[in-house]
């Protein structure tokens, strides 16, 4: 392992020592040279010691006074005796102890390094006060991690020194997962066999070691589905890892450790190293989460359980059936939203705005999918006021829990015409929809997408304030998910719409760009390429079909042409054929089909088409095309018989595939004589 130390110079440190004229003694001895300069150093560096543990006034004036640089040169000292050069890091220590300022200047001064070299002393108190002091600087959010993984040789020097005390290890723990914080460093402490070094640490029975123990193997198991399965498959002794956290969530443990093992299970669950049917989830994280929720636990522990229970059940729907029947668990959350009468501490304001976040969250989570549930969590006392409350609150992580929430129970059909009509739920919801937050916006544009469905009474509303032309506007957006949602938006617009709608939508568009339709179908994202073609469907649905083409059919038909050819897959070419089938259920439109060549092999190309989905829509065309109640038919009909088409539908009549059979016996019998 090696490390690069950059000293302060005799300039740079007589510059910043206070005049000796005017300075204490041990100031003055803390500088001492020559032949005594031991002999001065012991006694100075201990009395500084002596001084600024415990106040935080005294760190910060010897901060004031320019001492960092004479400790960290201390510390680095070799020559010196091990009893200075341990005062001097116990110095550090309490240094970092004090205001985060106070740590700021302390890593300023480039001690991480000096700390770092430290371990490779020969003193194995100087190596567990470096290693404490070390642990603090990193449990602040602005340290830089990078330094440990910077460092050749320093993770596995790390591992070593844990072995040698409780105290290191409970140290080098606590320092990783303080430092594990991006993918790539995830990746790098799993490389260097972490895991299976804190196997041995959740055995013993020290909560000093437990707890961070397990807290780092929950930063290493957030999101990363590779090192979550290496951690639920390690073994120790036989042992799964896995099994090891189980004995420590006990209802007789430790409060904090009983949260802490139960969200990396919960992680392991979410990064699918854990089934959601495994009993370590549905058996002992779920309930142990719910039952930590109880109002008899302080505020915390109350926020981070239902905060890891929303994340926990989020995306199954039988962990959301079961939460929700456990423990009266909605009423509990309810009881979160409710104001405190007396303020015992100053704190209590940013906790009361934690518990409705982390409130809204699990209610989010609940209602995702479940109507029943969502029935049960509206009509949870003046909970809906809490919600819309909640859209205004100037707390953007408030607003954004809310409008989570609201995007939930928004899947619901009934309470889209009773309860959000009742509350007017759409007025906040606009206003959101001109956010500087992204996230926000992105929920709240999701949530809309479900608001301005046929069947919701705030559609009008929301048309009449200018909905069609935000929605446009999100379409122009350099996040894809908020293009998606601007897209799908306007699809839900225009399904069953009248004349007006449709066109002021396709006039819209054009507006931000004559182009803006083939950009859509252009876009890298899938999704918007397929919610621009079902807008298309929509807008080009009977009766309006004929009126729209005549305005912009050549628009369309250059757009079919060009998703058809385009490298997209079935899906996406499935919805440009059955876009032609609505354009042949026209009147007069059909005959742009018609007169399009090329549109036409295309058409009879799909008809042999190795995917039945592509096949069934092509034949839907040609059905439309052939119909024989309309007029023209006999000439439209000839037109096909001369590219063989009825010969081809005769050869798919065989097929296996029952929605293929139908659609094809229904066009066969449109060439069939009268």
């Given at each position: 392992m090696?490390?690069?130390i950059?000293m302060?110079?005799?300039?740079d440190?007589?510059?910043?020592r206070?005049?000796f004229?005017?300075?204490?003694w041990y100031?003055?001895?803390?500088y001492a040279?020559?032949?005594?300069?031991?002999?001065k150093?012991?006694p100075a560096i201990?009395k500084?010691?002596?001084?600024i543990?415990?106040?935080?006034r005294q760190?910060s004036?010897?901060?004031?006074?320019?001492?960092?640089?004479?400790?960290?040169?201390?510390?680095?000292?070799v020559?010196?005796?091990?009893s200075?050069?341990?005062?001097?890091?116990i110095?550090l220590?309490?240094?970092?102890?004090?205001?985060?300022?106070?740590?700021?200047?302390?890593?300023?001064a480039?001690?991480?390094?000096?700390?770092i070299?430290?371990l490779?002393?020969?003193d194995?108190?100087?190596i567990?006060?470096?290693?404490?002091?070390?642990?603090?600087?990193?449990?602040?959010?602005?340290?830089?991690?990078?330094?440990?993984?910077?460092t050749?040789?320093?993770?596995?020097?790390?591992?070593?020194?844990?072995?040698e005390?409780?105290?290191?290890q409970?140290?080098v723990?606590?320092?990783?997962?303080?430092?594990?914080?991006?993918?790539?460093?995830q990746e790098?402490?799993?490389q260097?066999?972490?895991?299976?070094?804190l196997?041995?640490?959740?055995?013993?029975s020290?909560?000093?070691?437990?707890?961070?123990?397990?807290?780092?193997?929950?930063?290493?198991?957030h999101?990363n589905?590779?090192?979550?399965?290496?951690?639920?498959?390690?073994?120790?002794?036989?042992t799964?890892?896995?099994?090891?956290?189980?004995?420590?969530?006990?209802?007789?443990?430790?409060?904090?450790?009983?949260?802490?093992?139960?969200?990396c299970?919960?992680?392991?669950?979410?990064?699918?190293?854990?089934s959601?049917?495994?009993?370590?989830?549905?058996?002992?994280?779920l309930?142990?989460?719910?039952?930590?929720?109880?109002?008899?636990?302080?505020?915390?522990?109350?926020?981070?359980?239902?905060?890891?229970?929303?994340?926990?059940i989020?995306?199954?729907?039988e962990?959301?059936?079961?939460?929700?029947?456990?423990?009266?668990?909605?009423?509990?959350?309810a009881d979160?939203?409710?104001?405190?009468t007396?303020?015992?501490?100053?704190?209590?304001?940013?906790?009361?705005?934690?518990?409705?976040?982390?409130?809204?969250?699990?209610f989010?989570?609940?209602g995702?999918?479940?109507e029943?549930?969502?029935k049960?969590?509206?009509?949870?006392?003046?909970?809906?006021?809490?919600?819309?409350?909640g859209?205004?609150?100037?707390?953007?992580?408030?607003a954004?829990?809310?409008?989570?929430?609201?995007?939930?129970?928004?899947?619901?059909?009934h309470?889209?015409?009773?309860?959000f009509?009742?509350h007017?739920?759409w007025?906040?919801?606009?206003?959101?929809?001109?956010?500087?937050?992204?996230e926000?916006?992105?929920?709240?544009?999701?949530?809309?997408?479900?608001l301005?469905?046929?069947?919701?009474p705030?559609?009008?509303?929301m048309?009449n304030?200018?909905?069609?032309?935000?929605?446009?506007?999100?379409?122009?957006?350099?996040?894809?998910?908020?293009?998606i949602?601007?897209?799908?938006a306007?699809?839900?617009?225009?399904?069953?719409?009248?004349?007006?709608?449709?066109?002021?939508?396709?006039?819209?568009?054009?507006?931000?760009?004559?182009?803006?339709?083939?950009?859509?179908?252009s876009?890298?994202?899938?999704?918007v390429?397929m919610?621009?073609?079902?807008l298309l469907?929509?807008?080009?649905s009977?009766?309006?079909i004929?009126?729209i083409?005549?305005?912009?059919?050549?628009e369309?038909m250059?757009?079919?042409?060009?998703?058809?050819?385009?490298?997209?897959?079935p899906?996406?070419?499935?919805?440009?054929?059955?876009?032609?089938?609505?354009?042949?259920?026209?009147?007069?439109?059909?005959e742009?089909?018609?007169?399009?060549?090329?549109?036409?092999?295309?058409?009879t190309?799909?008809?042999?088409?190795?995917?039945?989905?592509?096949?069934?829509a092509?034949?839907?065309c040609?059905?439309?095309?052939?119909?024989?109640?309309e007029?023209?038919?006999a000439?439209?009909q000839?037109?096909?018989?001369?590219?063989?088409?009825?010969?081809?539908?005769?050869?798919?009549?065989t097929?296996?595939?029952q929605?293929?059979?139908?659609?094809?016996?229904?066009?066969?019998n449109?060439?069939?004589?009268?």
């Open positions: 090696s490390v690069d950059i302060s110079s005799q300039e440190l007589h510059s910043t206070l005049s004229d005017e300075a204490p100031i003055t001895d803390l040279t020559g032949s005594d300069k031991v002999a150093l012991g201990s500084l010691k002596n001084m543990i415990g106040s935080n760190k004036q010897a901060l004031r006074q320019g001492m960092l640089p004479q400790v960290l040169n201390l510390l680095g000292d020559s010196l005796p091990s200075i050069r341990q005062d001097a890091c110095s220590g309490s240094l970092v102890k004090g205001t985060p300022d106070n740590v700021q200047t302390v890593v300023s480039n001690s991480i390094p000096k700390l070299a430290v490779e002393s020969a194995e108190k100087l567990s006060y470096s290693l404490s002091c070390l642990t603090t600087i990193f449990s602040h959010e602005f340290a830089p991690t990078e330094a440990l993984f910077a050749p040789g320093l993770i596995p020097h790390l591992l070593v020194l844990m072995n005390s409780i105290g290191n409970a140290s723990a606590t320092i990783l997962s303080n430092s594990c914080k991006t993918r790539e460093q790098t402490l799993c260097q066999d972490v895991v299976i070094h196997a041995p640490l959740l055995c013993l020290s909560l000093k070691v437990q707890m961070p123990a397990v807290n780092c193997l929950t930063a290493l198991a999101k589905e590779r090192v979550s399965n290496i951690i639920a498959t390690t073994r120790y002794k036989d799964l890892i896995s099994d090891l956290l189980l004995c420590l969530i006990g209802r007789d443990g430790p409060i904090k450790l009983q949260l802490n093992v139960a969200r299970i919960a992680y392991l669950h979410r990064s699918n190293a854990l959601s049917t495994d009993p370590k989830v549905v058996m002992k994280a309930p142990c989460l719910v039952r930590l929720c109880g109002k008899e636990h302080d505020q915390q522990i109350r926020i981070t359980a239902a905060e890891t229970l929303a994340y926990l989020e995306v199954d729907k962990l959301q059936g079961i939460a929700a029947i456990s423990n009266h668990l909605i009423p509990t959350l979160y939203l409710k104001t405190p007396v303020v015992y501490k100053p704190l209590n304001k940013s906790f009361s705005v934690n518990m409705i976040q982390a409130a809204f969250w699990a989010a989570s609940l995702a999918n479940d029943n549930i969502r049960r969590i509206i009509e949870t006392d003046n909970l809906m006021d809490r919600v819309v409350a859209l205004d609150d100037s707390n953007e992580m408030v954004l829990a809310a409008v989570r929430c609201l995007h939930s129970l928004s899947r619901s059909v309470q889209l015409r009773t309860t009509k009742d007017s739920v007025k906040p919801l606009m206003k959101l929809l001109q956010h500087g937050n992204q926000i916006l992105n929920v709240a544009s999701s949530t809309v997408c479900n301005i469905l046929e069947f919701s705030a559609k009008e509303h048309l304030e200018g909905a069609v032309e935000k929605f446009c506007k999100l379409t122009q957006h350099s996040d894809s998910r908020l293009r949602n601007g897209i799908w306007l699809m839900n617009v225009a399904f069953q719409a009248d004349e007006i709608v449709k066109t002021q939508i396709l006039k819209s568009l054009r507006e931000i760009g004559t182009d803006q339709v083939f950009r859509l179908l876009d890298s994202e899938v999704m390429v919610k621009t073609l079902g469907r929509n807008l080009l009977a009766p309006h004929d009126h083409m005549d305005l912009y059919g050549t369309i250059q757009a079919t042409i060009l998703t058809l050819e385009g490298d997209h897959g899906d996406v070419k499935e919805q440009a054929l059955c876009m032609l089938a609505n354009i042949a259920d026209g009147s007069t439109a059909k742009l089909i018609m007169m399009n060549e090329d549109v036409l092999k295309k058409i190309n799909y008809l042999l088409h190795a995917n039945p989905k592509l096949q069934v092509a034949v839907l040609i059905s439309n095309l052939a119909w024989k109640e007029d023209g038919s000439e439209r000839s037109k096909l018989r001369e590219m063989q088409v009825p010969k081809i539908l005769h050869q798919l009549i097929t296996s595939d929605a293929l059979f139908d659609r094809v016996k229904t066009a066969l449109q060439f069939a004589p009268n």
